[in-house]
């Protein structure tokens, strides 16, 4: 049977100009325990990401502070020279303790060297999408949209973004450079950014959902997510990703998994098409923080 491919979830234009696949992979799994450290069997990484490739996907989402500098790493060797269609979005604002340790770090000169490594590790002449991974609220935020816009106007980056941030501080971002996507916490069990996903919508800003799987308690037998998962022949996680992507145009999920059975798993949600009494029964299955 042939595999269902990436291009099947539709496209998004990130800042009106750079289409990719709204099915997309995160690169985060493929550490360690803790997103410390390399991934137990590196080889496997890296089919992984070249399967993902060869589904059509085409957005790689990953971040310098993933394993420490091992989850870019990967990317390199994995895919490049890139296919011309091929979006790394990468993010920096981080710095690493240890395993599940993080510190936003939003110094300009922090986030000027963070992507210029990224540029050298990933063998790009420009980053197609650089993300503040947190902002600092220990520098202004003038300071830290200022610098990555300085290197927008450089050619080092081509569309900035953020993550986990508020409608306000989109707005004031705005005020300051472009803002091509946000990536926020968000999934069919906890839909508490919703606003912030409605104001993406309305400016078509690309919405990136981190933790796009986090199904819960609606995966157990018995649940809501079981029973429509057996109707339509497919399995809890694509139900979510497919939730996901009929939720919103804006919205572009990045599943991320170390195992190529998973992987071509979660791709073949990307063919699952939900009718409009699917989507009010997984809507209405859990309570949302929202």
């Known amino acids: 049977m042939t595999a269902v491919r990436a291009d099947a979830s539709g496209q998004f234009m990130i800042g009106d100009v750079l289409p990719v696949n709204r099915l997309g992979y995160g690169t985060m799994q493929l550490t360690g325990p803790g997103v410390w450290g390399p991934p137990s069997d590196p080889d496997h990484a890296l089919r992984v990401l070249r399967r993902a490739a060869e589904l059509g996907v085409n957005l790689f989402d990953t971040a310098d502070s993933y394993g420490p500098l091992v989850a870019e790493p990967l990317l390199r060797r994995a895919l490049a020279p890139y296919a011309d269609d091929i979006v790394i979005a990468t993010k920096a604002g981080f710095t690493r ?27 790009l002449d420009r980053i197609p999408l650089f993300q503040l991974h947190r902002i600092d609220t220990e520098v202004p935020l003038e300071d830290q949209i200022g610098e990555l816009k300085t290197l927008q106007d450089e050619g080092k980056i081509a569309h900035i973004g953020l ?51 986090a199904t819960g308690g609606l995966a157990k037998p018995g649940g809501p997510l079981e029973s429509v998962a057996s109707r339509l022949s497919a399995t809890p996680s694509q139900l979510a990703l497919a939730w996901l992507l009929h939720r919103s145009p804006v919205m572009l999920p990045i599943p991320g998994t170390s195992s190529v059975e998973h992987l071509e798993q979660n791709v073949a949600a990307a063919g699952l098409h939900l009718t409009d009494e699917d989507v009010a029964e997984l809507t209405s299955a859990v309570t949302s923080p929202s």
């Open 163 to 213: 993550s986990e941030v508020s409608v306000d501080q989109i707005e004031q971002a705005r005020a300051i450079a472009p803002i091509a996507s946000v990536q926020n916490l968000y999934n069919l069990a906890d839909r508490s950014a919703e606003n912030v996903l409605d104001h993406c919508e309305a400016h078509d800003i690309a919405f990136i959902p981190w933790f796009p799987l």
């Open 97 to 123: 303790q240890g395993p599940h340790k993080w510190t936003a770090l939003g110094k300009p000169a922090y986030l000027r060297q963070q992507c210029e490594m990224s540029l050298r590790i990933l063998a």
